[in-house]
């Protein structure tokens, strides 16, 4: 058998290779949905909107491995090769067209090394490709709108994927990469953790309100010792996320840490953090109630201004959004306790979030004027309760991922093996 190691079984060798042609027949069946848009840009005909807020099918794509929503774009990723839709007036897609155009159809970004990991901001995108390294691009700032996010030292626009060489020359390499609005957190493989981008209400997690058009370490982590399930030795960051203007930070103890704009309460710290419209944390500060009363955060997810956390007693708690200004355990149905037991993944927008469960059922809850709960057009106007959306939304195919931002969404199914 051609390419079997020298006295390997022909058995064993002719196992393996059922076992690749399964896993890439099982990947060419991970379909693609997008939908979103909110009333208010649907009803102005905003040309950077989603198409519909029901899920649609791209008919001609397959084999998706992982997705990312921004304000006004989205990407995904196919065999490494990332592609990304929506809005380019900040040079966000990283692909030629003209200055200001809409792609509202998928497209290849000329990159020339495989991608790993996308996340989107309002006016830049960033990368972790495969082999560590960091790619961003998009809107560099201006005097009057403070730096933009892409890092690379200078507020000139980057039109194109281009190279954080600060990592490359230090020779760290990238775990996990998030946009804000108009910041950028990266966490490298060693646990360090890097910002950059506009810097006021502290959301760069240095102290100050300070622009940054490089990466600059955070170094609280060093040194705090605030951890309550884990007090002997400093934080060890696994998982970052950014919402429009805060940032929030996870540890290996399950443990959040969230700094920047806490103007909706979306920092979680109760009433003595929320003041007035500028109230802010410029040093990350511990979510303190959960590891109180001996819950581990397992998974989270910004909105736009809220947070929803899972535990690891598979209890959901939410934030913000000027509704909530700590921890408030999220209300579940009673028929779905058993299903919402088993959460693998949580997304939010503005205004809206979701659990996607083991069986492949997406819980949507929160405002109807988002336009992504995909609860068909009789919805009521607010859902509080975590509610299924119809599997015939997705064709009755099974979820295996999903992704917010703002009023976009994109979500893969994998297809029946005998429909596709």
Not at 123 to 131: I, K, L, Q
Not at 305 to 326: F, I, K, N, P, Q
Not at 344 to 363: E, I, N, P, Q, Y
């Amino acid at each position: 058998v051609r390419g079997a190691a020298a006295g390997a079984p022909v058995a064993a060798v002719a196992a393996a290779g059922a076992v690749r042609r399964c896993a890439a027949a099982a990947n060419e069946r991970r379909r693609l949905w997008r939908w979103g848009g909110s009333s208010a840009l649907i009803a102005r005909g905003a040309e950077d909107s989603e198409v519909s807020k029901e899920p649609l099918l791209f008919q001609d794509i397959a084999g998706v491995s992982s997705v990312a929503c921004g304000s006004s774009h989205s990407a995904f990723v196919i065999n490494g090769q990332l592609y990304t839709h929506g809005s380019n007036k900040y040079s966000q897609l990283g692909r030629t067209l003209a200055e200001g155009a809409v792609a509202p159809d998928p497209d290849e970004v000329p990159m020339g090394i495989a991608v790993k990991q996308a996340s989107l901001g309002a006016y830049h995108s960033a990368v972790v490709a495969e082999d560590g390294s960091l790619w961003t691009w998009g809107w560099g700032g201006s005097f009057w709108s403070g730096a933009g996010a892409h890092g690379h030292g200078h507020k000139q626009t980057v039109e194109v994927p281009t190279k954080v060489e600060q990592f490359e020359d230090s020779g760290e390499k990238i775990k996990e990469v998030a946009c804000g609005s108009q910041h950028t957190l990266v966490l490298t493989e060693e646990g360090r953790l890097y910002s950059t981008g506009k810097g006021d209400f502290g959301r760069l997690g240095h102290g100050d309100t300070s622009d940054e058009v490089e990466f600059k370490e955070i170094d609280y982590f060093f040194e705090a010792n605030d951890s309550v399930l884990a007090p002997d030795a400093p934080p060890e960051i696994v998982r970052v996320g950014a919402g429009d203007n805060f940032s929030a930070a996870m540890s290996s103890s399950g443990e959040l840490w969230v700094w920047g704009r806490n103007d909706h309460g979306q920092l979680g710290l109760g009433e003595e953090a929320m003041g007035d419209m500028y109230s802010a944390e410029r040093y990350p500060r511990l979510i303190r109630s959960l590891p109180a009363e001996g819950l581990r955060i397992v998974d989270f997810a910004c909105g736009e201004h809220h947070l929803v956390v899972l535990t690891d007693a598979g209890t959901l708690y939410e934030w913000g959004s000027r509704t909530w200004l700590e921890p408030h355990a999220v209300p579940v149905p009673s028929q779905h306790a058993e299903s919402l037991k088993t959460i693998v993944k949580l997304a939010a927008g503005d205004k809206f979030s979701f659990a996607l469960a083991a069986d492949g059922t997406l819980f949507s809850w929160g405002s109807k004027a988002s336009g992504c709960l995909a609860q068909g057009p009789d919805c009521p106007k607010t859902i509080v309760e975590p509610t299924p959306v119809p599997s015939s939304a997705f064709q009755h195919q099974k979820l295996v991922d999903v992704t917010a931002s703002k009023s976009r969404c994109l979500a893969i199914t994998l297809e029946d093996e005998y429909s596709a």
